[in-house]
C-alpha cells in the first residue's frame, strides 16, 4: 500500500526556513515522479516542485531560487527546503506521488502546515 | 500564459440528482486534463485523468469528457459523500489548478 507522511512543518518567521519531510512507502521514490502541492487556508491547489525519477527538478515560478526539492533514496524520503519564507508561502503542503511520466497525481498525504508569520 | 477557470463557484443538487461541473483552459491542453476531489480537511483524491479516464477504485458514477479548452465532469447521481469541492488540473504545460467548485447539498 502506497503511504506518504510528511512532516517538518510549524511557524516559521518571515524570512526564515524551514524543511519538510515526507516519508515513503510501499513504493521507491527514486523510481517515480515526486511533487509537492500547497493550499493556502481556505484557498485552491498550486503546484510548488517535481522531481522525476531521472533526478532532474523542477520549480514554479515563484518558488525559484527560494526552494529545493530533493530525495534520499536510502530513506525512501521526499524533501522540501524552504529559505527566505513569505507570508504568502502559509499553507498546507502536500507530498505527491505520480507512477508515469503525466504531471498529475495519484497519490497524495496527509499534508503538513506551514505557518510564516512574526 | 494558461488560465484555467471553473464553473459554477458553487452548485447547489440535491442527493441522487446528476451534477455538471465545467473547466476551461484559456489555451489547448490537448487532453491532459485531470480531476480531484476534495473533502473538508482531507487531501485531495484522483479522480480522472487523460480527460476521461477513472483512476483506480473511483465510482462509475463520475465521468470526465472534453479535449482542447472545455472540459466537463459528470456526476450521474450524487451520493452523501459526493459533497465535496472539485478541482480540475491541466497538465500540458507545467501543472496547473483551476479553483475549485464546491458542490452542496440544496
Known amino acids: 500500500e502506497v503511504q506518504l507522511v510528511e512532516s517538518g512543518g510549524g511557524l516559521v518567521q518571515p524570512g526564515g526556513s524551514l524543511r519538510l519531510s515526507c516519508a515513503a512507502s510501499?513504493?521507491?521514490?527514486?523510481?517515480?515522479?515526486m511533487s509537492w502541492v500547497r493550499q493556502a487556508p481556505g484557498k485552491g491547489l498550486e503546484w510548488v516542485s517535481i522531481?522525476?525519477?531521472?533526478?532532474?527538478?523542477y520549480y514554479a515560478d515563484s518558488m525559484k531560487g527560494r526552494f529545493t526539492i530533493s530525495r534520499d533514496n536510502s530513506k525512501n524520503t521526499l524533501y522540501l527546503q524552504m529559505n527566505s519564507l513569505r507570508a504568502e508561502d502559509t499553507a498546507v503542503y502536500y507530498c505527491?506521488?505520480?507512477?508515469?511520466?503525466?504531471?498529475?497525481?495519484?497519490?497524495w498525504g496527509q499534508g503538513t502546515l506551514v505557518t510564516v508569520s512574526s | 500564459e494558461i488560465v484555467m477557470t471553473q464553473s459554477p463557484a458553487t452548485l447547489s443538487v440535491s442527493p441522487g440528482e446528476r451534477a455538471t461541473l465545467s473547466c476551461r483552459a484559456s489555451?489547448?491542453?490537448?487532453?491532459?486534463l485531470a480531476w480531484y476531489q476534495q473533502k473538508p480537511g482531507q487531501a485531495p483524491r484522483l479522480l480522472i485523468y487523460?480527460?476521461?479516464t477513472r483512476a483506480t477504485g473511483v465510482p462509475a458514477r463520475f465521468s470526465g469528457s472534453g479535449s482542447g479548452t472545455e472540459f466537463t465532469l459528470t456526476i450521474s447521481s450524487l451520493q452523501s459523500e459526493d459533497f465535496a469541492v472539485y478541482y480540475c488540473?491541466?497538465?500540458?504545460?507545467?501543472?496547473?489548478f483551476g479553483p475549485g467548485t464546491k458542490v452542496d447539498i440544496k
Open positions: 522531481i522525476y525519477s531521472s533526478g532532474n527538478t
Open positions: 489555451q489547448n491542453v490537448n487532453r491532459h
Open positions: 505527491t506521488m505520480s507512477n508515469h511520466p503525466g504531471d498529475y497525481f495519484d497519490y
Open positions: 487523460v480527460s476521461s
Open positions: 488540473q491541466q497538465y500540458d504545460s507545467w501543472p496547473l
Open positions: 510501499g513504493f521507491t521514490v527514486s523510481s517515480n515522479y
